[in-house]
Structure formats: structure tokens, C-alpha cells
């Protein structure tokens, strides 16, 4: 059924005050509330205008159109007598003209009280309006987030929207900055303090470098940078869901984002990326997170010194204003030119975020009090001149819970660090570049500065060190030129899931070597017991033997002699000897240290050299040795087979050790083969043979 509708009247009649029709009447028309004539028409067409009166027909009719405007009707007699007057008289014209201007009013953009002003809004939800909800003006619902849109930025990856974007931040200083989808390809925009800045998302909202960036100018900035030192001008920035993009424009002294001097600032769900140098710069900023954020492509692609790192956080340029109280998780670091994260700032916390293929570092701090807890970081490689997973060179640290593998430096380097805790981390696979880093290791410990600010206080307990590519140097090793580290434990580490390269698990060069270390219960590695000491000048023979044995042996050319030597605590050797009771003209016999494992001589610890046999008596060489504690084994490999000397019983200690090759025999003597010479870095195939062992001693 069609919708339908009353007819309007399609002539006017009018009638006299004696009900009948007013023929020859008069109808007066004016503006409404006026006396001021306006004129009507004969037709729809309004060309043909009606007289003012309008002279009424032998019906009491007429033909009356109206415009849009408002009228006055004034009907009289023929002769003028006035019957009745009716004011603000209207048409559909009239209406239409109404609804036309109000459509107008709300399409205005330049009327604050019109367009959306009047427009009412009430807060509800699917049931109806929430209670306690307070009705105001769909403008005064917008006002409280601006848009990029609405001060023209185009977001088509083509149109420079410098302008229109920063027009928007500035009007935005204090509220919430919305950039929907779009890609805004911008010169330096500077953000306010108080402002929060937000996108759909980062794969889709996207702020990238314009040509004309200068190399010195960064991309995204907060506005106040500049004030007295120690003083935190801007507060309060967010900036959310945005991916900035470097547009690689090449090589760069400004970082692509930087935040000077900010308190509470925070980084969330952005992606930076695609710029030769640091990518987001905290500096001189506390109280602040970075969260769920994604680095990539960061850092210049040749070898600088300083190739900048995807994240710096650190104290202000200019002056020197510390960071401190930064937090940064859940984050993504990959395949950066330098470091994924370089950090000074004091009271850092990196948390859950992963590093993969980044060059000189995952993570670089020397922030004091600081924890680096629960981050997976693997295939650091060189840029310059450093490739560990973590480096760290401040005080009051606690690793812990972090995985580390393939890097080919250190998993973890430790430089002149004080009162650390380095627990529960799995490091796997250092060194894998083993040319240039010759001791790369699980840990390593680097002290390059004098007591008291050599590295000290540092535990390393509970953590799993392996490497199944059997090429890394240690799983602990220590370096340094100046004062050994002081009071490091080293306990209930996992270190004997692969074989060394160094022929240990823990390296101690001898001017790192400190009594007040102590290394224990590491399966893989010899332990520290509490023990009395060595005394400086006396013979040591190692438990398996007294010093004072008496017996003797007749050696035999080209074969190695060992004897189990059993180290109770770290301790510097230099001397080791042993004792000719028949001499042999023109012999001589190379001494040294083998590492002892599962019963047997392994890997050459020490090749002392040569002593001669050609007189009786007491014959030694100078070294200089670090053994930590554990069991090694002492051995001679002579030139002649004339010579003799002392020897003694094994301790029952040693042959528990050793072991028989049958109940009740006494082959407990430990040979191998060998040509004489420089002692082979391998201990050849053990055999045994029965008699007493080689007295060999040690002095410190």
C-alpha cells in the first residue's frame, strides 16, 4: 500500500461574518508582525505576482502561493471593513527553508556554538542511559581527543604533513593526540608535556622521516630540552601504536626519537626502525617505560666507534641530568647495527624482552643498582670491537633467569663490576667467533682498574654453562691488568656439558689469582674447600705422595710419567721440580701439569719446559701457575733412560683415583707415549705400569 497524505486546499476561499463566501473581498498580505507589504503569487511558478490586496472572486476565492518567508493576512470587505487579521502565516517553502539554514548551522565548522554545539550527547550503554550520566554537547564530547585529520594531515605516504601534524600536536599539549592509519611522511615534530600520542597501531599508523630530515635533527622530540641541569622540564608524554620509520636516510648524529629531560615517560607499542643511528634516546628522563616496543635496522651500517645502539638510555647531553628509574620489557631487538640496548642510567630494570642478532651487544649497561632478569638474547656478532650478550661494568647488579646463546664474545662480561649477583641464567655457545675473541666464555671477568675499584662482591651461583659446539674458551674465565677481582664465589654451577678449549672451566690467569676466591661444588669444574693454606718456599707433592718419599725410579726415554696431584685451594705456583738421585750425561726431562678427568691426564694445563739430568740433586723451573683447586696430574718426559729419581708409594687417596686394572694388583704408575720434546697438548693413551710414581713437586 503507498503511503499517502491530506491534500492542502488547492485555492483559498474565504467567507464574510455571515458564513457566506466573500465575494469582492480584500486579503492585505505582509510580512509577519509587520505592516510592510509582501507579495504573493498566482502560481507555483511565482512569476506572476498577485495584487496587494488580493481582490477575492464571485466564490470568495484566490489563488495564493507563498515564498519561504513568514506572512501577515489581513481580510476585509470590499469596502475595506476589516474582518479578522492572522500573523505568521507559513508555507512548506518556509519549512524547507527552516530545515535548510539548521542543516547549515550543523555543517558549520566555523561556529564553536554551532555544527556539533548543537548536538546533544548523554553517556549510555545497551540498556539506556547510565545513571549518573550528565547530558552536554556532542562538541563537548569531541574536545576531548583531537585527531591529526583535523588540521589536514593527509596520511597517503606522499603529502609532507609537517605542518597539519604539528599543528595538531601543539593544539593537542595536554590531552590525547589520535593519528589514525595512514603513513605521515614529516620533518621534526616536537610533542608537549602532558600529552598523550596515539595510533591505531604500529604496523599501520606510521610516522616516517621525510628527505629533508637533517641528519642532526631527530624525527619525534618532547618540546623542552633545554633549563638547568639536574631539573626535568617536560612530564607526562605518552606516545602509543605508532611505528616511526628512519627512512634510512644515512648517516646520523641525532637519534630518530629523543627525550630529554622527561619525567614519566612512556613508550608503548611502537616500532622503530630503519635509521643509521640510535633509534630512541632517553636522555636524562626517570620514572619511565618502555614497553612492548620492537627496534629493528637501528644503529650505522659501517664501523664507527659509536654506531648507536636501537635504545639509549642515559644521562642528558648538555648537561649531564641523570636518568634513573627506567623500565623496559617485553621489547624486541632484532638485527640491529649496534648494541640492541646501551644503558648508563642508575635503577634500570630489563625485563622479558628479546635480542636476536644485534652487533656488539644485546644489552650494554654500567648503571649502578640495576637488574637484568628473564631476557632471551642470541647471535651477537662484532661491529667494532665488543659481541657479548650482556656487558656490564656498573655496581649493585642482579642477573638472573636470562637466556644467552650463540654470541661470539662472552655470554656475560663483567668489567670492574661490584656487588653482583649473576644466578639461574642458561649461557650457551660463547665464542663463536673464536679467532677474534680467543677467551670467549660463558662469564667473563674483566678488571681493568686498581683496588678498591677492581671487581669484587660478585656471586655466580645456580647457572647453567654449556657448550655443546665444544668452542668456547671457559665457562669462567678471568682477565685483567691491574688488581685481581677480590671475594668471588663461583658455587653450584652446571659447567660439564662439553669439553673447553682452555683445557679448564674456570681460568684464572696468575695475576688475577686471590685467596679470597673461593670456587665450589660446579659440576665440571674442581671445587675450593676451606683449607689451610700452602706455605711460601715449601715442597708440595699433591697428597698423592709425601715430600719426603724416598724410593726411586728408573725412568725410561720418550715415555710421559704422571703422578696425581691433588690442589685443595687456588693458588699461584712458581716452581716445579723434582729430584735426581743418578744423574745421566747430557739428559734432561720436560716437566708439566695435565688436567685430570674421570681417572686420567686430559688436556696440558702447563708446559714448564725443560730441566736437566746430568747432575744429582734437586732440579726445578720457575713458572708462574694458577691452579684452582682440583685434581691434575704432574708429569716428566726425559731424553735418556739412564736416569733415576725419587719416587714414592701413591697415597690410598691417589689410588682410589686411579684405580687397578684388577683386585690385588698395584699397576697404579700412569704412562703414556711420547716423543721427547715440547709436551703434547693432549695426554696420549693412558697405560699403566706398577711400582712407585714419580715424586714431582710444586712450590709457591
Known amino acids: 500500500m503507498p503511503s499517502v497524505s491530506l491534500s492542502p486546499a488547492p485555492k483559498l476561499q474565504f467567507f464574510g461574518t455571515d458564513g457566506n463566501p466573500l465575494v469582492g473581498g480584500k486579503v492585505y498580505t505582509y510580512a509577519a508582525g509587520t505592516t510592510t507589504p509582501l507579495t504573493t503569487y498566482y502560481d507555483s ?22 515564498t519561504s518567508a513568514a506572512y501577515k493576512f489581513v481580510l476585509k470587505t470590499s469596502t475595506d471593513t476589516l474582518i479578522w487579521t492572522v500573523d505568521n502565516i507559513t508555507s512548506n517553502a518556509y519549512l524547507i527553508s527552516l530545515l535548510d539554514a539548521f542543516k547549515a548551522d550543523l555543517a558549520n565548522t566555523t561556529d564553536v556554538a554551532k555544527g556539533d554545539a548543537l548536538v546533544g550527547f548523554k553517556q549510555s550503554n545497551s540498556s539506556g542511559i547510565l545513571a549518573g550520566a550528565v547530558g552536554r554537547t556532542v562538541h563537548q564530547k569531541f574536545q576531548e581527543m583531537i585527531s591529526v585529520k583535523d588540521f589536514g594531515a593527509a596520511g597517503d605516504s606522499t603529502t609532507n604533513d609537517t605542518t597539519a601534524m604539528q599543528n595538531a600536536l601543539t593544539a593537542a599539549a595536554g590531552k590525547s593526540l589520535y593519528i589514525p592509519a595512514g603513513t605521515y611522511v614529516c620533518s621534526q ?17 606510521i610516522i616516517q622521516a621525510a628527505s629533508s630530515l637533517n641528519s642532526s635533527t631527530p624525527l619525534f622530540r618532547n618540546l623542552t630540552q633545554s633549563g638547568a641541569a639536574n631539573v626535568y622540564t617536560d612530564n607526562q608524554i605518552s606516545v602509543s601504536n605508532i611505528r616511526f620509520d628512519g627512512n634510512n636516510l644515512g648517516t646520523r648524529t641525532a637519534g630518530l626519537l ?18 643509521q643511528y640510535i633509534g630512541a634516546a632517553l636522555n636524562g628522563c626517570v620514572y619511565s617505560t618502555v614497553t612492548n616496543c620492537s627496534f629493528a635496522a637501528c644503529g650505522n651500517q659501517t664501523v664507527t666507534v659509536e654506531g648507536g645502539p636501537a635504545l639509549y638510555i642515559g644521562n642528558a647531553f ?6 634513573y628509574d627506567v623500565f623496559v620489557t617485553g621489547c624486541n631487538f632484532t638485527n640491529n647495527n649496534w648494541a640492541g640496548m646501551y644503558a648508563t642510567a642508575d635503577r634500570t630494570i630489563i625485563s622479558g624482552n628479546y635480542f636476536q642478532s644485534n652487533k656488539e651487544s644485546g644489552i650494554f649497561t654500567t648503571g649502578n643498582v640495576c637488574v637484568i632478569t628473564g631476557n632471551w638474547i642470541s647471535g651477537v656478532t662484532r661491529k667494532y670491537i665488543s659481541a657479548s650478550g650482556i656487558e656490564a661494568g656498573g655496581d649493585q647488579l642482579t642477573i638472573t633467569g636470562n637466556f644467552i646463546a650463540n654470541v661470539e664474545a662472552d655470554c656475560i662480561s663483567l668489567t670492574d663490576t661490584q656487588t653482583v649477583t649473576v644466578t639461574g641464567n642458561s649461557l650457551i655457545n660463547p665464542r663463536a667467533d673464536s679467532t677474534y675473541y680467543t677467551q670467549g666464555s660463558c662469564i667473563g ?6 683496588s678498591p675499584g677492581n671487581t669484587r662482591n660478585v656471586l655466580i651461583v645456580g647457572n647453567n654453562m654449556a657448550s655443546p659446539s665444544n668452542n668456547a674458551y671457559a665457562a669462567v674465565r678471568f682477565y685483567g691488568t691491574t688488581s685481581p677481582p677480590e671475594y668471588i664465589t663461583v ?12 683445557g679448564q672451566a674456570i681460568v684464572i690467569p696468575a695475576n688475577q689469582a686471590s685467596i679470597t676466591n673461593v670456587y665450589r661444588d660446579n659440576i665440571g669444574a674442581f671445587d675450593v674447600f676451606d683449607y689451610g693454606g700452602y706455605v711460601s718456599g715449601r715442597f708440595y707433592a699433591g697428597e698423592a705422595l709425601s715430600p719426603a718419599a724416598a724410593s726411586t725410579l728408573s725412568i725410561s726415554a720418550n715415555t710421559l710419567y704422571g703422578t696425581p696431584f691433588v690442589v685443595r685451594q687456588q693458588k699461584l705456583w712458581n716452581k716445579i721440580g723434582l729430584y735426581v738421585t743418578t744423574a745421566a750425561l747430557g739428559g734432561a726431562a720436560y716437566l708439566g701439569i695435565y688436567r685430570m678427568e674421570n681417572g686420567v691426564p686430559t688436556t696440558k694445563v702447563l708446559d714448564a719446559g725443560a730441566v736437566g739430568l746430568d747432575t744429582v740433586g734437586t732440579k726445578e723451573i720457575t713458572i708462574s701457575q694458577v691452579l684452582p683447586a682440583g685434581m691434575y696430574c704432574v708429569v716428566l718426559l726425559a731424553s735418556t733412560s739412564s736416569a733415576v729419581v725419587k719416587a714414592g708409594t701413591l697415597s690410598p687417596a691417589a689410588v682410589a683415583t686411579v684405580g687397578t686394572s684388577a683386585i690385588g694388583t698395584a699397576d697404579t704408575i700412569i704412562l703414556g707415549s711420547a716423543t721427547y720434546g715440547a709436551l703434547p697438548n693432549t695426554f696420549p693413551t693412558v697405560t699403566y705400569g706398577t711400582g712407585d710414581s714419580a715424586l714431582i713437586t710444586l712450590r709457591c
Open 45 to 66: 511558478t511565482g512569476t506572476v505576482a498577485n495584487t496587494n490586496p488580493i481582490i477575492l472572486d464571485t466564490r470568495g476565492e484566490a489563488n495564493i502561493w507563498l
Open 318 to 323: 648538555s648537561d649531564g641530568t641523570p636518568s
Open 189 to 205: 615534530l616536537v610533542v608537549s608535556s602532558g600529552t598523550s600520542v596515539y595510533g591505531d597501531s604500529a604496523s599501520t599508523t
Open 491 to 502: 658455587s653450584d654451577n652446571q659447567m660439564n656439558q662439553n669439553s673447553w678449549s682452555s
Open 445 to 450: 671477568f674483566n678488571t681493568l682498574t686498581a
Open 258 to 275: 629523543d627525550f630529554v629531560k622527561v619525567q614519566h615517560l612512556t613508550l608503548n607499542n611502537c616500532q622503530v626502525y630503519n635509521v
